[in-house]
């Protein structure tokens, strides 16, 4: 059996379903192919169960610091397997809403496996469908590394450690990313011994390097053990427990848990796709894309977490409108993405929030800037909340003071950020900034200290 449609989005998570709902409303006839579990990462491995999970561990961070804020002490017992039935019904009423909308009949909705047979048809079963144009959307899963012994002494990947019931005394968690920082500010705040490997110098090694340092601080305050710039090597197994071997300062040590968590990143979820078939060019594991969301096929084209740009829900769903614009719009200009206001939030404690240009990369690109900082120790709401650790950055137009780039870690920093998204949407300068009237005593009146410096400097030249 075959049918035809004109636009094909494989993968119904955040990024195929924003492509396909604008496919839709451009009059296109449209197809999704998913094969379950309905949801998409994000609600069902990602964003929202996590950010559910955590909220149970800064709830106990908080009661444990009673007695600072002249409370008489209070004794908190986590318990995981509650705070995993928790999640789980956060995440049924938030899956149940995204099938529904995947059940719309303006839809065609497959829930099968799909899998090309040539550029333009993809097999679901028993039925061939041909597509105008195909919108692969299939997500991600955990990367496999080949650490020797590692899969003999089992580990945790951060899907699977999402149902784990029982906590464990002690956890050892590879990586040093948001997943890693995230899952394992969790455990430490339950109970659980943590200590967290990373191979670089600092933590979130994509970002500039103060803002590793920082939440490093806040991580090993709290009593978790940081170690960076340690090679992983091997696992072992033996009576301790399970033991991770690393190259640490040119010397050999090894580091016990009871449990390994792998977060060491996600790799594109291809496998199956038979991406050789559709002549789709795939490098390293990847899929080729340019600035419009195509591949190497005009009509075929890679948005959300399988092209494996810029893992991050909000730009996945850019990008899924992007492409199924420039697939109903061939006869228009491609629409492709503005990375100026790329923003990524890591929601640990202190958070962090980064934005637009950072000063590694200005360095790099040669790219011209004053910057500023400001202290959230020294910040009179963060004082009163008992929040010490963290500061907020901005980067600016050396001769306009227009915000280039912003960074916060501290506390909210996730909702902080969106006064400087809004500022520089409008390309907004330090001085609009000072010219803003921010309420007294916010969190968000901080971002106005680093903003006077760059003025003052500004000023004086």
């Not at 906590?167 to 040093?176: D, F, N």
């Amino acid at each position: 059996m075959r049918k035809a449609h004109d636009v094909v989005v494989i993968g119904g998570g955040s990024a195929g379903y924003a492509a396909a709902r604008t496919a839709l409303d451009a009059g296109a006839d449209v197809a999704i192919v998913d094969q379950g579990p309905l949801g998409g990462l994000c609600i069902l491995r990602g964003c929202m169960p996590t950010k559910a999970i955590l909220r149970s561990a800064e709830v106990a961070a908080l009661l444990r610091r009673a007695k600072e804020f002249g409370l008489s002490p209070v004794s908190v017992r986590a318990d995981l397997s509650a705070i995993v039935d928790r999640k789980d019904r956060l995440v049924r009423e938030f899956a149940d809403y995204r099938i529904e909308q995947l059940h719309d009949p303006k839809f065609t909705l497959y829930q099968s496996r799909a899998v090309f047979q040539s550029p333009h048809e993809i097999a679901i079963g028993s039925m061939i469908l041909s597509a105008g144009s195909v919108i692969l959307a299939t997500g991600s899963k955990p990367s496999e590394v080949p650490i020797p012994g590692l899969a003999q002494a089992g580990y945790y990947t951060s899907d699977t450690i999402l149902d784990l019931r029982t906590q464990p005394e002690s956890l050892i968690v590879l990586g040093g990313g948001a997943v890693a920082l995230e899952l394992g500010q969790f455990f430490a705040r339950l109970g659980t011994r943590v200590t967290i490997l990373q191979r670089g110098r600092t933590l979130l090694s994509g970002m500039d390097e103060e803002v590793g340092r920082a939440l490093e601080a806040a991580l090993i305050d709290e009593g978790i053990d940081v170690v960076t710039g340690a090679q992983l090597l091997r696992v072992t197994h033996d009576a301790a427990g399970k033991r991770v071997w690393v190259i640490k300062d040119g010397r050999e040590q090894s580091y016990v848990g009871a449990e390994i968590l792998q977060a060491l990143g996600r790799r594109p979820n291809i496998e199956g796709l038979r991406l050789d078939l559709a002549d789709v060019t795939v490098d390293g594991g990847r899929i080729v894309i340019d600035a419009a969301m195509r591949t190497s096929q005009r009509h075929i084209y890679a948005v959300g977490d399988v092209n494996d740009l810029t893992p991050i829900v909000h730009l996945a769903v850019q990008q899924g409108e992007i492409a199924a614009y420039n697939a109903t719009h061939a006869d228009q200009p491609a629409k492709t993405i503005d990375h100026r206001l790329d923003t990524e939030v890591v929601f640990t404690d202190p958070q962090v929030a980064v934005l637009g240009l950072h000063e590694a990369r200005a360095a790099a690109e040669g790219i011209p800037y004053l910057t500023a900082s400001y202290p959230f120790a020294d910040h009179g709401k963060a004082l009163c909340l008992g929040a010490r650790h963290g500061f907020v950055k901005l980067l600016c137009a050396p001769q306009t003071g227009e915000i280039l780039g912003a960074q916060i870690v501290g506390p909210e920093a996730g909702e902080l950020i969106h006064e400087l998204i809004a500022v520089m949407y409008y390309r907004g300068t330090a001085a609009d900034l000072l010219r803003m009237p921010h309420y007294h005593p916010t969190l968000a009146e901080i971002v106005t200290y680093p903003a006077e410096a760059i003025v003052e400097r500004l000023g004086a030249r």
